[in-house]
C-alpha cells in the first residue's frame, strides 16, 4: 500500500487509548496490543500485518467508526477479523453487495478458523437461525436488504442475548451507498444502511471500506453511517499495475482491437495471460468472447468464457472455480464480477469503451495483480466518438455553397503520424466546449474520467487529485503508466544548444504570428538606454497588447466574478455530471473558485494552471469555459460600470442644466424686482366731502 495521509486521527485514537485506561481502571498498552495482534495474525495467516491494518484493528478493538480507502487487492478484509483475535465470544456482521462476495469471504474466514456464513435469501431459514443463536457462526455476511427488510433477521440481530456480543459491523464495498442508494437507486436500501445502528448497542463500531471513494463520496459515506468527521483514511493507489489509456480504431460492432489478448500468446505459443475483460452490457459480453474464440484453436477455445447477472449461481460458481484455477485464461465480464472476485493472479484487466466514473474504472483497474508479486496492466479501450465534438446546426447558416459542420474528430486535425491512444492536450484545450459554447463532445463523459483520458502527464496525478489521495510514499514496482513511459522514452537533448533549441515533450510549438501591418509601420526610436557600445539601439514601437491584466478583483467586480463561477458551477454540473459521484464542489472547488475569482491577472491557460494548487482535475476539461466565464463577467462588470458612469454623468449634466435654469430664472426675477421697486407709485387724491348738515365756519 502507498501510504495513509494521517494513518489514523491521532488525536482520536489517542483520546480512545485514554478512555480505555479510564474504563478498564488500568493503563492502556498500545503497543502491547499491536504487537500481540500482529503475532496472531502471523502466525494465523502467514503474512506479516502493515501498520495501517494494525492501526485498523486498534481503532475497531477500541470501538472507533473508520473509513479505511485501499486500494483493491491491499488487504481491507484483514482488519475484519481482528475483533475476533482479541475477542473470543465476538461475533462480527458484514454487509455485502453480492452473494458471490459473501460466499467467497464467508469461505476465506471460515478457512482461517472463524466459523462463517453468507445469509441470504438462499440460505435464511429457521435452522440458520437457531445455528447462529447457538453462536455455531462468528461471522455474518448478508445484504442490505436481508438486514433492514427480514423481521426475523432483524429481531435476532437485535436480541440483547446476540447483540451484547457483536463488536463491529462492517460495511463492505462502501461506495455502493452513493453509487446504488437513495431514492432513485436500484437497490434503494444502500443508502439506509445506517439504520443498523439502531439495531446494534451504541458502542458498536461501523467499518466502512472501499477502494474508490473522492471526497464527496466520503462526505456521503460518512452522512449515511452517521460518522464524525475524524475518521480513517488510506490512499487507494496501487504501485504494481500501469495504467494505460487506448482509443478504439474500429467500429463499435468489431472487436479486432482485442485480438491481442489471445493473438500475442498464439504466436509465441505460450498460455494465455490471465485476464479479465470488462464491459458494461451483457450481450456484450458474449459478443467478445465469440469474436476472441474464433482466433483459437478448437481446443483452446474453452479458456474463453462469460460472466454476468443473467447466469445461473451455479453456472456462475463454476466459472469462478476454473477461472481462479486457470482453466479459463481470459474472462469477459461485467460489474457483477467486479466486485465478487478476489484473483490474485490477473495479469491484465481490460475495460473496452468508458464506464460511468473514474471511481469504476479505478474500481476494476484494480482487479490486475493482486498478489504484490506479480505485475498487472490495466488498459482502458475508448470510443472515437468520446474525441469527437458537435457543433449545432445554425439556425442562420454561413453563406457559401458549404453545408454547416456537424461533426468533427479532434484527431484528423493531428499529423498522421502521432499516437493515437490519446486525445492531443492541445487540441482539446483548444476547442470551447460548454454549456455556453459552440462546440460539445460527441459522448458524455465524467469530468473525472475525461482529464485521466485525456491528460498528458502523469495518470496517476489526476486520479489521486480526483480522490484527493495524499502523497505516496511506496515506490513503483511496475512503469507507471502510459504516458510516463512515452516520457522516459522520448529522446533527450544532449548539448546545451540542443536544450535551449528543443521543443519540450508533449507541449505545442508557439504558432508564428503573421507581420503585423500596424506594427511594421510604426516608426523606429532611438532607446533611451545605452548598449555596451554607448550606442542608443533602434527599437520597435509596439502597440498594448488587447487585454490588458490588472490587479486583483475587489469589492463588486469580486463578488460579480464569485456569482458567475458559481452558476456556472452549478449549471455544469447540474447539465453533464448530475449522476457523478461528486458534486458542484467536486467540480470546481471553493478553494479553486476564490483564486480565480480574484487573480484578475488569469488570463491564459497556462496562468490558470499556475494559480490553481493542488493542480485543477478539470483543467484541460473546463479550464477555456471558466476562462470564458470570468471574462465574459469583467465585461458585463464593465458595461455595468460604464453605464452607470454614464447615467452619473447625465444625471450630473441633467442637475447642472436645471441649475443654470434655476439660477437664470432667479436673476430674472431679481432683475425684475428691482426695476419695479425704482419707479414712482401712482397717487390719487381724493377731494374730502364736507357733509351737508355742517354749517360753515365762513372760512375760504
Known sequence: MSAASNTVSRDLLNAARAKKTLDDDQPYSSSSFRATMKQKIEKLCKVSPYDWQLDVSEALCLGLDTLLLAATGEGKSLPFIAPLLHDNNALILIISPLNALEEDLAKRFTGMGFPSIAVNGETWNAKLRTNIENRMHRVLLTSPELALKNVEFRKMISNPS?????RAVIIDEAHCIQQWG????????WGEVGRLRALVPPSVPFLATTATATPEVQRQIRTSLQFGDDTTYFVNDRHNITSEVHKITHTSSDYSDLDFVVDDALADDREIQKTMIFVDSISETHKIATHLRSRLPNLKRREIAVYHALRTGQAKKKVMRDFRRGKIRVLVTTDACGMGADIPD???????KVPASLSIWIQRAGRAARSPHIKGRAMLFVEKSVFE??????KNPPSGDDPPEEVEPLRDREDDNENDDAVSKN?????????????????TVEAGLRAYIETMDCRRIVSDQYFDNPERIKALTVVCCDNCEKKALAPQPTSTAQQENATPTNRPTTPVSPPNPEVNSVHSTPSRNHNENGKRPMVLAVPEPDIKPVGARRDKRLAAAREALNNWRHGTWLERYPHASFGPKGLLPDVHLTTIASGARIITLDDLGNALKPRWVF??????????????????????????????KENAKRLKVEQQEREKLEKSQARKAVESASQPEDIIWTQPQVPKSQPSNGVL
Open 427 to 443: 487540441a482539446t484545450e483548444q476547442v470551447p466546449v460548454g454549456r455556453d459554447g459552440t462546440w460539445r463532445y460527441r459522448k
Open 182 to 189: 437513495g431514492a432513485n437507486g436500484f437497490r434503494a436500501d
Open 619 to 648: 483543467l484541460s476539461v473546463h479550464g477555456p469555459e471558466v476562462l470564458a466565464v470570468v471574462k465574459k463577467a469583467d465585461e458585463d462588470f464593465k458595461a455595468e460600470q460604464d453605464q452607470l458612469r454614464d447615467a452619473k
Open 162 to 166: 446476540l447483540s451484547k456480543d457483536i
Open 346 to 352: 490477473v495479469e491484465l484487466v481490460v475495460q473496452f
Open 389 to 394: 465534438i458537435i457543433r449545432p446546426r445554425s
